[in-house]
């Protein structure tokens, strides 16, 4: 990014793990992996709390999404809350990835609705390494609808997981010591790793597979 460039972030928290500092806490191991979860829980949505992620116009009313709250493993090592916006079909599968993910011990940072973003600004989501589902945009340089408009896609640990153009470009702009896709940093998404395969083997499409872009944060359900 350009000198003097400030980032404004979503949220009052810590900030992610970038080149040099340590990284985040390893997963845990198998003899300490984390208890089973706490029981996600799941409220309709109006248009009101969706704020600046939903508007009229967009390919789904409010009544068609839900918000789930899910537990997941920080990069503290500890448990936390966090919440989601999906459609309220893919609500089955969206808990019981997030319970495996949660078992696995692979970490999340943090795990917030969009709306808490300036504008919903997806740039400023990744850029705080938020994972998110819904948000009602458009797919960069397209007029198409992201599947992040369905509530059908989700975009984990985006900071460390950017997605990578063929002209060379990449998002989140702060993300270049992540094009690095040989570092093992806990929360790295990797070709046929085991949070990989918790979306994948449910029918859930992942962008790291794609040859252009390539969107190493992005899964999505047909």
């Not at 060379?168 to 806990?186: E, I, K, V």
């Not at 949070?195 to 992005?218: E, K, N, S």
Request: proline content about 11%.
């Amino acid at each position: 990014m350009a000198a003097g460039v400030t980032l404004v972030r979503c949220t009052a928290a810590q900030p992610p793990p970038v080149a040099g500092p340590s990284p985040p806490a390893a997963a845990p191991s198998a003899a300490s992996a984390p208890p089973a979860p706490v029981g996600a829980t799941v409220h309709p949505v109006t248009a009101v709390e969706l704020g600046a992620s939903w508007r009229p116009g967009c390919p789904v009313e409010p009544a068609q999404l839900r918000r789930v709250d899910v537990q997941h493993i920080g990069f503290d090592g500890r448990t936390h809350r966090g919440e989601l916006v999906v459609q309220e079909d893919l609500v089955p599968e969206v808990i019981t990835i997030f319970e495996q993910l949660y078992l696995l011990g692979f970490p999340i940072e943090k795990i917030r609705t969009v709306d808490h973003c300036p504008a919903a600004d997806d740039e400023l989501s990744m850029e705080d390494n938020n994972t998110s589902a819904f948000n009602c945009r458009r797919i960069p340089g397209s007029n198409r609808w992201s599947q992040h408009a369905y509530g059908r896609a989700i975009d984990l640990n985006p900071l460390l997981n950017p997605c990578v153009y063929a002209g060379g470009g990449f998002q989140p702009q702060n993300a270049a010591a992540y094009l690095d896709r040989g570092r093992t940093d806990p929360g790295l998404l990797h070709n046929g790793g085991p949070a990989v395969r918790v979306f994948t083997d449910r029918g859930w499409r992942w962008g790291g597979y794609w040859t252009t872009p390539i969107d190493y944060q992005h899964f999505e359900r047909p």
